[in-house]
């Protein structure tokens, strides 16, 4: 049997051994890795040698006294007494909205900034949970210090302490995660419905996108020039220091914030070196914070990095023809077996979507709803489909036939079994707890959950009402405005450039390519004040850069630019067509593989040391 995982976990582990060098490390280092590259007995000896120099490294975490009398002036638990091994609990970090000082707070002399409050769920030891058993963590103090995690969006909140696939290490870490400012309970929020692209429209919009039709793309750019100014002048927004001048909180709660508060969080949890673990945007939060403070870093994972340069226009492309490249890999992978008895596969694909776009009203209703809790697009259940098609050949031929016949009754037959046998947006499986704990997490002590309509028994009104009915993703854009350069502010020039990458990555002819460019190049379009983050990287720092070849939502020379910014860490890269790392899938007659969320066994091993 081959290695999936131990040659990763390896590497990583090297990271936290300075100028400690193997032969592996020689063959992967500045180098893609293929997954079987090593053999168990090899692997396993090398890892036991490495694991006892990278435990020799680590530092061990305050005390649980010393968390329960950190300064409630700066960050304050909402319940002292859950401060206990194997208990999750949180608290409010009372941060200035201006980073000052050397460690982020005012000094004598210093002007008093308006205080934001950011909500940080800290995994003490989080109990393990699988089915409906629980093992509690034993280790404490922390032997191996404290981990910050965010798992992308922007949008995860301080759920992310509870990913299932990192639970066995938690007797060796203390697990932080954030509500970033803006966001869950974090005050001032941007969920707001002047700020909601809903508000303006944007389900219809996106909807009647045509990309040969310049009036529809005008439209949907209307929605986000609407909701960029309008949120912008939202008058709780304006925060007024003690001295009387106002500061405009768009301006000051994008990436470079959240990472000046997560090195406030590290300050009072010890001032000891944080290891940090961020998967898509929380690549650009983790190396925007490594690139700031990078001599409190100890591990560091980048998984599925994004661009680590703010420019929205390349990111916006490479969006395109990254999803370009998985639609045309999808195609080719029908030659590439002999599973797929299709003789015109890209035509099936346009004949998918073309039926699937035809009947999008019913779509939506029949399909949307049952699979993602809330409706959704028509184009995603597309991809969707897409993924299912990869991971099950079999069922190609029948589809491409229902499909070219334009006949949707036997096509919902398809998507309705489909359906059946899916799991929920978040499911127990994923966050491997079950959900009479995650329900009962409608607390002010307990993390922040996203989705949560999606759990049975789960109140849909918290943190907030109708906080999850304003579809928080969708404020995700508000970050990226803030972040990134280059945004449009003529209308005709960003319809030239849409239709430019419409002919340039068309995607067999679907267009889903370039509208999901379009979907994050109009985020920033009118943007009144970006403030752009400077270049990511650092050359001394160690650790693992990972990403997937086919993902299209973390599109990989995000990866490779990120590697080539931080010169010193290793680049792992994976063939599977979703974001962040999994564990590989055999696909029937077919190399194309999807896989649902796993326990991913290099990192428990990595960081359970």
């Known amino acids: 049997m081959k290695v999936q995982w131990s040659a990763y976990a390896a590497f990583l582990l090297l990271s936290a051994v300075p100028g400690a060098l193997s032969t592996n490390e020689i063959k992967l280092r500045g180098a893609a890795a293929e997954w079987d590259m090593f053999e168990d007995q090899a692997a396993e000896t090398e890892d036991a040698t490495l694991t006892t120099q990278a435990n020799d490294n680590f530092e061990a975490a305050k005390p649980l006294e010393f968390f329960r009398n950190i300064d409630p002036n700066k960050f304050e638990w909402v319940d002292k007494s859950e401060i206990q091994p194997g208990e999750t609990t949180c608290g409010f970090l009372k941060a200035p909205l201006v980073w000052s000082g050397n460690s982020g707070w005012p000094e004598k002399g210093d002007p008093i900034y308006p205080t934001v409050e950011v909500f940080s769920a800290h995994m003490l030891l989080l109990l393990c949970v699988h089915d409906v058993c629980v093992k509690f963590a034993e280790q404490q103090p922390a032997s191996h210090g404290n981990l910050a995690v965010h798992w992308g969006g922007p949008s995860t909140l301080s759920e992310s302490v509870v990913t299932g696939y990192i639970n066995k290490a938690l007797a060796s870490f203390n697990i932080i995660g954030f509500d970033q400012r803006g966001f869950g309970r974090s005050l001032p929020t941007h969920v707001r ?14 909807e009647n996108l045509d990309l040969t039709d310049d009036d529809s793309i005008r439209a949907y750019a209307q929605v986000f020039k609407t909701r960029n100014i309008e949120c912008w002048k939202h008058p709780d927004f304006q925060l007024t220091s003690d001295s009387g001048k106002t500061y405009h909180f768009l301006e000051h709660s994008g990436t470079r914030q959240l990472a000046e508060d997560i090195e406030r969080v590290r300050g009072l949890f010890g001032d000891q070196k944080l290891s940090v673990h961020g998967s898509s945007y929380g690549t650009s939060v983790f190396g925007t914070y490594a690139t700031m403070f990078p001599a409190n870093v100890h591990l560091m994972v980048l998984d599925g990095s994004i661009n680590p340069v703010s420019d929205i226009v390349v990111f916006s492309e490479d969006q395109a023809r990254s999803l370009n490249q998985r639609i ?36 939506k209703k029949e399909f949307a709803i049952e699979k993602y809790g809330r409706p959704a697009s028509t184009r995603r259940i597309f991809s969707d489909i897409l993924n299912e098609l990869s991971e099950n050949v079999d069922k190609i031929p029948a589809v491409c036939s229902a499909a ?97 990458w419409n002919e340039k990555y068309p995607g067999a002819f679907t267009q889903q390519p370039a509208v999901r460019g379009l979907m994050w190049y109009a985020s920033c379009y009118y943007w009144p004040k970006s403030t752009p983050l400077s270049p990511i990287g650092n050359a001394e720092l160690k650790g693992i850069v990972a990403g997937q070849v086919y993902d299209p939502a973390t599109p990989y020379i995000g990866t490779q630019k990120m590697r080539q910014n931080f010169q010193n860490m290793h680049l792992l890269t994976s063939r599977v067509l979703q974001r962040i790392l999994r564990t590989m899938k055999d696909a029937k007659n077919m190399p194309i593989t999807t896989s649902k969320p796993a326990s991913l066994t290099l990192l428990m091993d990595m960081y359970a040391g």
Request: hydrophobic residues 35%; aromatic residues 14%; negative net charge.
């Open 328 to 363: 045309d890999y999808f195609i080719a992978g029908c030659e590439f077996g002999d599973g797929c008895v299709v003789d015109d596969v890209s035509q099936c694909v346009r004949d998918l979507h073309d039926v699937m776009i035809a009947n999008k009203e019913v779509v």
């Open 193 to 206: 419905p002047e700020c909601s692209l809903q508000t303006y429209g944007i389900g219809e919009a996106y």
């Open 404 to 500: 070219s016949q334009k006949d949707f009754d036997k096509l919902n037959k398809f998507i309705q079994q489909w359906l059946q046998n899916q799991s929920r947006v978040i499911d127990s499986s994923f966050f491997n707890i079950p959900d009479e704990v995650v329900s009962s997490w409608d607390s002010e002590s307990k993390p922040t959950i996203n989705a949560k309509n999606s759990f049975p028994g789960s109140d849909p009104n918290w943190p907030f009402e109708n906080y999850n009915a304003l579809d928080v993703s969708g404020y995700s854009a508000l970050i990226f405005a803030q972040d990134m350069a280059f945004g449009a502010y003529n209308e005709d020039f960003l319809v030239e450039t849409v239709k430019g």
